[in-house]
Nanobody
Framework: QVQLVESGGGLVQPGGSLRLSCAAS????????MSWHRQAPGKERELVAS????????NYADSVKGRFTISRDNAKNTVYLQMDMLRPEDTAVYYC??????????WGSGTPVTVSS
């Protein structure tokens, strides 16, 4: 069964940090392009960061550049999102996404992040 399970979300104060994890199973993780997306209340889902299958290429939304870092551990079938210097506007549900190739795509169920004092 193909599955993505996110964890690590929660409540954090502005300026704080969180590390999200996404554990993958049921497919060849090391061949997939992985990404994190987020959806704030009343807004469309947006791409936050992506990482190539081997981890050599990473891309970020302008709004998170310099604050967020995406990484992956292919031995653990896990992708991470380190979020630093968090702002209230980062509040959203964060989703893990796998582009497995051949038109096969999988979403996780999401983990909520709230940045508030």
């Amino acid at each position: 069964q193909v599955q993505l399970v996110e964890s690590g979300g929660g409540l954090v104060q502005p300026g704080g940090s969180l590390r999200l994890s996404c554990a993958a199973s049921g497919f060849f993780f090391s061949r997939a392009v992985m990404s994190w997306h987020r959806q704030a209340p009343g807004k469309e889902r947006e791409l936050v960061a992506s990482i190539s299958s081997a981890g050599g290429s990473r891309n970020y939304a302008d709004s998170v550049k310099g604050r967020f870092t995406i990484s992956r551990d292919n031995a653990k079938n896990t992708v991470y999102l380190q979020m630093d210097m968090l702002r209230p506007e980062d509040t959203a549900v964060y989703y893990c996404y796998a582009d497995r190739g051949y038109g096969l795509k999988t979403w996780g169920s999401g983990t909520p992040v709230t940045v508030s004092s």
